[in-house]
T-cell receptor
Framework: AQSVAQPEDQVNVAEGNPLTVKCTYSVSGNPYLFWYVQYPNRGLQFLLKYITGDNLVKGSYGFEAEFNKSQTSFHLKKPSALVSDSALYFCAVRDMIEEGKLIFGQGTTLQVKP | NAGVTQTPKFQVLKTGQSMTLQCAQDMNHEYMSWYRQDPGMGLRLIHYSVGAGITDQGEVPNGYNVSRSTTEDFPLRLLSAAPSQTSVYFC???????????FGEGSRLTVL
């Protein structure tokens, strides 16, 4: 069965500094990986995905993520954080065998301070 | 475009009552899912469907039933509500296994 781990409950970063939100996964076959963001009292919004191809994928709002197969990781990154990036971030994985199941991590709260 | 529509947005139940959370999407998506969100536990998959007439259990299916008689609708039924089912529930849909999920705005359920 697939699983996702986000090892940090909260990440704090100063505005203008680079940020990284970590994610590791476990699947039976090849993974389909996603990042979503949730603002207070809202549903989740899609940021980016990795299906195949380039290990570095670019998404919305200047975010990018690096797929590392050997480390089974898919960390979310941004070169320069904004206060408005403060939100709850979720990593999710779907595998090719149980393709209907998209499993989410516990979530990481990103706090960007001015 | 309506997207994914969930109703009701808020509901208070007494222990033992039953209810149905409605979910409808107008994007002709094959994949639909129900999640619950609890503090510190992320989103946990309750049930999912890969097409009309096909449903399967997720991570936390106990106490919930689903059906998928049409492509558009995927209702979630609580058979006998318990306080442990107090949560925020999200319905989501996607076109395919490689495409993004579109989420509803959520339904906040309190069971007393």
């Amino acid at each position: 069965a697939q699983s996702v781990a986000q090892p940090e409950d909260q990440v704090n970063v100063a505005e203008g500094n680079p940020l990284t939100v970590k994610c590791t996964y476990s699947v039976s076959g090849n993974p389909y990986l996603f990042w979503y963001v949730q603002y207070p009292n809202r549903g989740l919004q899609f940021l980016l995905k990795y299906i195949t191809g380039d290990n570095l994928v670019k998404g919305s709002y200047g975010f990018e993520a690096e797929f590392n197969k050997s480390q089974t990781s898919f960390h979310l990154k941004k070169p320069s954080a904004l206060v408005s990036d403060s939100a709850l971030y979720f990593c999710a994985v779907r595998d090719m065998i149980e393709e209907g199941k998209l499993i989410f991590g516990q979530g990481t709260t990103l706090q960007v301070k001015p | 475009n309506a997207g994914v529509t969930q109703t009701p947005k808020f509901q208070v139940l007494k222990t033992g009552q039953s209810m149905t959370l409605q979910c409808a999407q107008d994007m002709n998506h094959e994949y639909m899912s129900w999640y619950r969100q609890d503090p510190g536990m992320g989103l946990r998959l309750i049930h999912y469907s890969v097409g009309a007439g096909i449903t399967d259990q997720g991570e936390v299916p106990n106490g919930y039933n689903v059906s998928r008689s049409t492509t558009e609708d995927f209702p979630l039924r609580l058979l006998s509500a318990a306080p442990s089912q107090t949560s925020v529930y999200f319905c989501a849909s996607s076109y395919s296994r490689t495409s993004q999920l579109f989420f509803g705005e959520g339904s906040r359920l309190t069971v007393l």
